[in-house]
């Protein structure tokens, strides 16, 4: 099932033009001339007031923080790149304007040649014209534009993230109550660069029942249902991501993480929560494919915490003590029945490791003539996510 993300697609021209993907010119020679201005993003003023902004607007200026509300999108946007890459080491084609590629968790590496890049865009304008006028619906169009970019990448230098991916986690970031608030307190009374220090993010799970009587299997699988809707609305502030039976969520600061467990505990549901808490600082590199230097965020620590259990739990006082009993379960000697659940091996961090040294292996066996080593790699030592498709 394709998890639905209706975030603003504000890299949606790295498509058309990867290096120019901000560029007004692009801006004016993407757009349908029957949707321009009709796409319209709210967001708080540096007072909190609700204003709007275009989708053509937010796009120009994402990598500008003149004003509060560009300065709102750019500092999301690094913050999402930030934790949408493992390490930064080459640059595979924006250096040489090469066709972009994705690494995916399943299936072989998606290469996007000129005409496959050209069907897109056409697409994505398609999706943009069927919605313009379709008041109560334009939030479709960026669910659709956004399923199409699932396999697109996000950054030349980590192919293994997707445009999907990272309009989420900008949009989750830029509608943080700390965020907004460090973003706005820099801004007054003197302008200043806006700090951040820490990034969680939480990946919320109902508690796993081992056995359960077979006869109640559908409505303990709408249960399951309906606590994952009350929890995502308990938690809507935050901006959750549901993608299968979990729940993937953005804190910025230690008070708002606690927050967000003491809202879960108090819907009395069981839920088993795991916590990725990374150190972040601001730090000048040269990881461009020119060799110059930018302000970048880096990674300086990274803490997989202990899964914790909050809320009540459904308790079962019959155990099998062995396979052979098991068997006579399934084969109906008892009431209950097993239920398996089939895992991979190691955590997160180790899946992600393993995954990224995959990777990497392939890419120097297939693209090793497009890599292009940067001045100054960055490998950070991150507990990362590798976000399910």
Known sequence: MSVRVD??????????????????????????????GKYKITYRDIIGKEESKSLEQIIKGHHSTKEF????????????????????????????NADPFYVRVYGDIKVWSQGDREELSKAIAAILEEYCDREGKRHKAFEEINDLLSS??????????????????????????????????????????????????IRVSISEVQFHKLKEIRGFIELRRRILEIARSRISGFSPLQIGDDLYVVCLDGDELNGLIKILAETRFGFDVSIFEWSISRETRCV???????????????????????????????IPE????????????????????????????????????????????????????????????????????
């Not at 993907?21 to 692009?26: E, F, G, I, L």
């Not at 709102?72 to 390490?87: M, N, Q, V």
Request: hydrophobic share 35%; charged share 35%; net charge neutral.
């Open 7 to 36: 975030a603003a697609p504000h890299d949606i021209l790295k498509v058309v033009d990867w290096e120019r993907h901000s560029s007004r010119r692009a801006v004016e020679k993407f757009f349908p001339p029957i949707c321009r």
């Open 69 to 96: 509300c560009e300065s709102l999108w750019s500092y999301a946007d690094k913050l999402s790149t930030l934790a949408g890459r493992f390490r930064l080491e080459c640059d595979y084609w924006c250096w040489s």
């Open 152 to 201: 697109y990448p996000a950054d030349s230098r980590f192919p293994y993230t997707s445009l999907k991916t990272h309009h989420w986690l900008t949009e989750a970031i830029r509608r943080n109550e700390v965020f907004w608030k460090k973003v706005s307190s820099a801004r007054c009374p003197v302008r200043k660069e806006p700090v951040f220090d820490k990034l969680y993010i």
């Open 288 to 318: 461009g494919f020119d060799d110059r230097p930018e302000l970048i965020y880096v990674i300086k620590d990274a803490v997989e915490r202990p899964q914790m259990s909050i809320g009540v739990h459904e308790d079962f006082d019959y």
């Open 322 to 389: 062995s396979s052979a009993e098991c068997s006579r379960i399934l084969e109906g000697d008892y009431e209950y029945v097993a239920w398996i659940s089939i895992e991979p091996k190691g955590d997160m961090k180790y899946l992600s490791q393993r995954f990224l040294d995959w990777g990497e292996n392939e890419l120097k066996a297939r693209f090793s003539d497009r890599r292009r080593e940067l001045k100054e790699p960055v490998r950070e030592p991150t507990a990362i996510l590798k976000w399910p498709r």
